[in-house]
């Protein structure tokens, strides 16, 4: 089946990370009191490197055992800590993905980007990076009734907004198991992992993916555009 729709994940697939989630996670957990020589930071720091691509409210929600206070309160302070981070210019495309994007929407598929961030994070970003008309749609997990990946509703709610004509339509990537798990769950036709962000190929494939690839760039020859 033609690819119609190509759903791709920000940070690490598109978007340098370069530590900033590291970065912003280490601030928004401090100021409740747990800096890096606490004695919880190490395996907090373990759960949010082994669930990058995840809502991150999502995961202050199990670091904190399900306050929700708590999560609500780590996570604004991470995105506050996250968009300060992108002000100060510590925000940048990763190379070749503008170029992909609009190669792709040339060839007549249409691209959402979709992220773990809040809408204000994603938007910062999308500014920052000059992105605003860049492509069609971007989701956060708020803009889906609240969960993100790995479930499939970020690539659903793409399908549903962009008009595809089955989910096999429907191309995913991104550099998490996360993502692949998504992309996986959605039934899309194309589900690719790529190593420019968190996760590695033996992670990528042990999650699933049909493809692991070094780059965003890389995914336009898997995509079934005859």
């Known amino acids: 089946m033609r690819t119609e729709i190509v759903v791709m994940d920000m940070a690490g697939t598109t978007v340098a990370d370069d530590g900033l989630v590291v970065a912003a996670f280490t601030e928004a957990v401090r100021t409740l009191g747990i800096t890096p020589d606490h004695e919880r930071f190490p395996a ?10 995840e ?16 999560a609500r309160s780590a ?11 992108v002000d100060d210019g510590r925000c940048e495309a990763l190379p070749g993905a503008a170029e992909t994007i609009t190669a792709l929407q040339e060839r007549g598929l249409r691209v959402a980007l979709t992220t773990g961030f809040a809408p204000r ?32 509703d ?5 399908l549903l ?26 039934g899309a036709g194309v589900v ?6 968190a996760h590695d190929r033996p992670t990528l494939q042990a999650a699933g993916a049909h493809h692991v690839i070094d780059a965003v760039s890389d995914l336009p020859p898997l995509l079934h555009l005859d």
């Open 75 to 85: 996570n604004a302070a991470f995105e506050d800590a996250y968009a300060d981070l």
């Open 55 to 70: 809502s991150k409210l999502t995961v202050f929600r199990a670091l904190f055992e399900g306050d929700e206070e708590l």
């Open 192 to 197: 690719a992992g790529v190593l420019s962000g």
């Open 161 to 186: 907004r962009l008009g595809a004509t089955d989910v096999r339509a429907v191309a995913t990537v991104g550099d998490t198991a996360f993502d692949v798990l998504a992309g996986l769950s959605a």
């Open 44 to 53: 907090m720091m373990d759960h949010v490197l082994a669930t990058m691509g």
């Open 121 to 152: 994070t994603r938007d910062a970003i999308l500014a920052a990076l000059g992105w605003d008309g860049l492509v069609e749609l971007a989701l956060s997990p708020a803009d889906v009734g609240g969960r993100g990946r790995p479930y499939p």
């Open 154 to 158: 970020l690539n659903l709610t793409a």
